[in-house]
Nanobody, 116 residues
Framework: QVQLVESGGGLVQPGGSLRLSCAAS????????MAWYRQAPGKQRELVAV??????THYADSVKGRFTISRANANMMYLEMNSLKPEDTAVYYC???????????WGQGTQVTVSS
């Protein structure tokens, strides 16, 4: 079992920055890939960025060059978000794939609102 808790969301003006954190607990050494997803009102949840256990990263085209995903130790993941736009407004979710069964774990989400 893996538990995920996000933090760092909030209200920011267009062009501003935020840093999201995801703290993992439980069977953290079984975690393989971690990722950030987001879901805007009335839209499907979408992948924002993913990072493998080896540090390889992949970003959605909409956030390339503005967002940076990183991991630290065995239990922390971050999303540095710069040059935020109103269309980045969404609930951001932490995701971890763990174990030989590659089970998906999710956090409860943190709200990011970009508005003037």
């Amino acid at each position: 079992q893996v538990q995920l808790v996000e933090s760092g969301g909030g209200l920011v003006q267009p062009g501003g920055s935020l840093r999201l954190s995801c703290a993992a607990s439980g069977s953290i050494f079984s975690i393989n890939t971690m990722a950030w997803y987001r879901q805007a009102p009335g839209k499907q949840r979408e992948l924002v960025a993913v990072i493998s256990s080896g540090g390889s990263t992949h970003y959605a085209d909409s956030v390339k060059g503005r967002f940076t995903i990183s991991r630290a130790n065995a239990n922390m993941m971050y999303l540095e978000m710069n040059s935020l736009k109103p269309e980045d407004t969404a609930v951001y979710y932490c995701n971890a794939i763990a174990g030989s069964s590659r089970y998906n774990y999710w956090g409860q989400g943190t709200q990011v609102t970009v508005s003037s």
